[in-house]
């Protein structure tokens, strides 16, 4: 079974700021592209930030375009997205997901994927 763990979750307020990462011991992250994605109750699981193998480039949605940054941590094999101003439409289970050697157009859909993590609770509340 593969271990691929996400962290970072909770509850914060509007406008605060939060830190998701995902990590494995199981493989090297960086040969993989990464992408997370989120899933509010009731709708349907969205595309919000890629990053591809070999970091040959970043991606945002639309809805967390300049409020979110997506890195790698190469010595600690981990992918963290970022997010600043965080809004109540923001809340959602969070996933992070990773594929072989995916780039472009190939990170933004979910079937590209082949590990999932568990998902992690972002709350956004006053």
């Known amino acids: 079974q593969v271990q691929f763990l996400e962290s970072g979750g909770g509850l914060v307020q509007p406008g605060g700021s939060l830190t998701l990462s995902c990590s494995t011991s199981?493989?090297?992250?960086?040969?993989?592209?990464v992408g997370w994605f989120r899933q509010a109750p009731g709708k349907e699981r969205e595309g919000v930030s890629w990053i591809s193998a070999s970091n040959l480039g970043t991606y945002y949605s639309d809805s967390v375009k300049d409020r979110a940054t997506i890195s790698r941590d190469d010595a600690n094999n981990t992918v963290t997205l970022q997010m600043n101003s965080l809004k109540l439409e923001d809340t959602a289970v969070y996933y992070c997901a990773a594929g072989w050697g995916l780039y472009g157009g190939n990170l933004k859909s979910s079937a590209s994927y082949t590990y999932w993590g568990q998902g992690t609770q972002v709350t956004v509340s006053s």
């Open positions: 199981r493989f090297t992250l960086y040969y993989y592209g």
